[in-house]
């Protein structure tokens, strides 16, 4: 059984620094190493949204609202995925998601409906 626990959140002013992460278990180092891993984040009232994915350390993609802040990273040998979020704004607080697909493209899918591996979440607070 697969499962993603996120931990890292927090409430921090404007202009803190956080590093959510997301353990992964009930998956083979190799198919961990090529699935491709997302972070998403849904605000009160708001949609959920895509934050970032990443295959690899050269393969990520990121929103144009958290690019330059926001950086995905993962240690396939711990199966752990990160998300280094630094001049963080009031308008990233959310809940935030981390979910996983076994992925033989090369380019990660982009909408969340895609993965079926979701962790429960973790929140984000940030204050003016």
């Known amino acids: 059984q697969v499962q993603l626990v996120e931990s890292g959140g927090g409430s921090v002013q404007a202009g803190g620094s956080l590093r959510l992460s997301c353990a992964a278990s009930?998956?083979?180092?190799?198919?961990?190493?090529?699935?491709?891993l997302g972070w998403f984040r849904q605000a009160p009232g708001k949609e959920s949204e895509v934050v970032a994915t990443?295959?690899?350390?050269?393969?990520?993609r990121y929103a144009d609202s958290v690019k330059g802040r926001f950086t995905v990273s993962k240690d396939n040998d711990k199966k752990t995925l990160y998300l280094q979020m630094n001049s963080l704004k009031p308008e990233d607080t959310a809940m935030y998601y981390c979910?996983?697909?076994?992925?033989?493209?090369?380019?990660?899918?982009?909408?969340?409906?895609?993965?079926?591996?979701w962790g429960q979440g973790t929140q984000v607070t940030v204050s003016s």
């Open positions: 979910a996983a697909i076994w992925w033989t493209g090369t380019f990660c899918p982009w909408y969340a409906s895609a993965y079926n591996y």
């Open positions: 009930g998956l083979s180092g190799y198919t961990y190493s090529r699935s491709c």
């Open positions: 990443i295959i690899s350390d050269d393969n990520t």
